[in-house]
């Protein structure tokens, strides 16, 4: 059974940085890419980040030139710093996990979740 686990979500001020942590368990983590979703309140879930298992990235418009996405395999852990941050990036922020090395963006190309962590932005 595969878990998925966020951490590093809080309270930031707008201009700051934040780093979030996606821990998985109960797989082969290395032939997995990995992808951050955000869903702020009243809104649909949306992909932010995403690492493939060769270790490239690729993002959505909203956090390009302001993101770094990295994995330790040998901890199982992908880590996703987000700069200059906005009060629009308050969201719960979500890791999911794919087996696709297509760059998946879509939520239905994910087959294991998260339960997201919380970021707030203030301004």
């Known amino acids: 059974q595969m878990q998925v686990t966020e951490s590093g979500g809080g309270l930031v001020q707008a201009g700051g940085s934040l780093r979030l942590s996606c821990s998985v368990s109960?797989?082969?983590?290395?032939?997995?890419?990995i992808g951050w979703f955000r869903q702020a309140p009243g809104k649909e879930r949306e992909f932010v980040a995403g690492i493939s298992r060769y270790g490239y990235t690729y993002s959505a418009d909203s956090v390009q030139g302001r993101f770094a996405i990295n994995r330790d395999n040998n901890e199982n852990t992908v880590y996703f710093e987000v700069n200059k941050l906005k009060p629009e990036d308050t969201s719960v922020y979500f890791c999911?996990?794919?087996?696709?090395?297509?760059?998946?963006?879509?939520?239905?190309?994910?087959?294991?979740w998260g339960q997201g962590t919380q970021v707030a932005i203030s301004s």
């Open positions: 999911a996990v794919s087996t696709s090395d297509t760059y998946p963006r879509r939520e239905e190309e994910y087959a294991y």
């Open positions: 109960g797989g082969r983590f290395t032939t997995y890419t």
